[in-house]
């Protein structure tokens, strides 16, 4: 019988590797790492050091050099280190070489993602989607990873190594997919039934790079309580409610925070959250202004929107938490009147960009939300003016 992958344990000490490709910046590669810490932490982990190294490309045998490995395992012979986690998607044999060249289990940030949302996922189909793509990552590594699910003890299959056990945890691995694909289209059945019965209202989707503030706007939005935290994936369901301005009644939905290198088995596996996005008739990009990378987080999202046939929607840019720009860019000793000049071409720059369907908030604040209700309103009738004419007229 096959048993879930252990999970990180609350508290485990972690050291991080990245590696500079060719196309990269130490600049680049230091803020991904940034983020990396910030999913060990959500995961439950401490960072204790950071490693890089400049690489035209990855060891196919060990990802790193073999000074690079030498030095990591030095640093976590003498100290307590629990977990080694690398910021690119590594091979099972990658995983085994690196596991016995520094002697302490070895993963990747897909690995990591996935135990995030193991933790965080709540209702039957976020389960499904979340042990799908388990399941989808481990059987590639299987043969790698053969040692390192046997010292875990907590891992999936029988725990004899040999080839005749991993034969058959293949097997039963595949058949466990099969199982979980067929689950998950009955469980999307029901959500397309779902939807399909709400009725001729303009749907409007929330979307975003993780932890830019998505549920805290769908609080102010709707007056009701959506679970938020400073924490990358504090929601994966996606949660939809009926909201009324000015007697104008439209639907919005709060969905799953998009990331740099979401894994692919994990895209695939949440897709039916992802037709929330689909459908929906007008998006609300929203966007952490105060972000150091906040123009390649955009890029992730519209790429990813891309992939999913729903970047060609009206889409509203909102930058949040501009409270917190204007504290990390501002200093005491600016001038009101230059403060309001970068501000003015912050503004202007983001207006052209998105041609005027840009608006700067700050959901803690309460900043400017008054404004964006009216910007919201005004989408949402322009569409119901233009979908459904006959009903229009009766909506204000």
């Known amino acids: 019988m096959i048993e879930k992958q252990q999970r990180i344990q609350q508290e485990e000490r972690?050291?991080?590797?990245?590696?500079?490709?060719?196309?990269?910046t130490q600049e680049q590669v230091d803020e991904y790492l940034?983020?990396?810490?910030?999913?060990?932490?959500?995961?439950?982990?401490?960072?204790?050091k950071r490693f890089t190294q400049k690489l035209p490309h990855p060891d196919s045998r060990t990802f790193l050099g073999k000074g690079k490995l030498e030095e990591i395992r030095t640093y976590v012979s003498?100290?307590?280190?629990?977990?080694?986690?690398?910021?690119?998607e590594l091979s099972g044999s990658q995983i085994q070489n690196i596991e016995k060249a520094v002697g302490i289990k070895t993963i990747d940030r897909s690995d990591l993602i996935l135990?995030?949302?193991?933790?965080?996922?709540?209702?039957?189909?976020?389960?499904?989607?979340?042990?799908?793509a388990q399941y989808q990552y481990i059987l590639p590594r299987l043969r790698g990873m053969w040692s390192h699910l046997e010292r875990l003890g907590g891992g999936i299959g029988t725990r004899g190594p040999g080839e005749t056990e991993i034969e058959t945890d293949r097997r039963i691995i595949r058949e466990k997919i099969t199982l979980l694909r067929k689950r998950l289209k009955e469980i999307d059945k029901q959500a397309f039934t779902q939807r399909k019965d709400r009725g001729e209202f303009i749907r409007v989707a929330l979307v975003g790079y993780t932890n830019v503030g998505k549920s805290t706007l769908m609080n102010l939005l709707t007056k009701s309580e959506v679970f938020a935290e400073n924490k990358l994936f504090a929601t994966l369901d996606t949660?939809?409610?009926?909201?009324v301005f000015e007697n104008t009644p439209f639907l919005l939905s709060d969905t799953v925070g998009f990331i740099r290198k979401l894994p692919h088995h994990l895209v695939e596996s949440f897709k039916s959250t992802?037709?929330?996005?689909?459908?929906?008739?007008i998006l609300l990009h929203v966007v952490d202004i105060s972000h150091p990378q906040h123009e390649e987080q955009i890029g992730?999202?519209?790429k990813t929107l891309q992939e999913i046939k729903a970047f060609e929607k009206p889409i509203l840019t909102i930058f949040n938490k501009v409270d917190q720009y204007e504290e990390k860019n501002f200093d005491e000793w600016l001038g009101d009147d230059v403060k309001k000049e970068i501000l003015r071409e912050l503004h202007e720059k983001w207006d052209n960009l998105t041609e005027g369907n840009s608006i700067f908030v700050s959901a803690t604040e309460r900043q400017n939300i008054e404004e964006l209700r009216t910007r919201i309103l005004q989408k949402v009738r322009d569409l119901y003016h233009i979908r459904y004419p006959y009903r229009s007229e009766h909506l204000y």
Do not use: C, Y
């Open 34 to 48: 940034e983020e990396l810490a910030f999913l060990a932490e959500t995961a439950g982990a401490i960072t204790v």
């Open 274 to 281: 992802l037709d929330e996005v689909r459908e929906a008739d």
């Open 14 to 24: 972690a050291v991080l590797v990245g590696l500079v490709q060719k196309d990269q």
């Open 115 to 132: 135990d995030i949302f193991a933790r965080r996922a709540r209702t039957a189909q976020a389960k499904v989607q979340v042990e799908l």
């Open 78 to 88: 003498s100290r307590n280190i629990d977990l080694l986690i690398f910021d690119d």
């Open 239 to 243: 949660t939809t409610r009926k909201v």
């Open 300 to 302: 992730v999202v519209n």
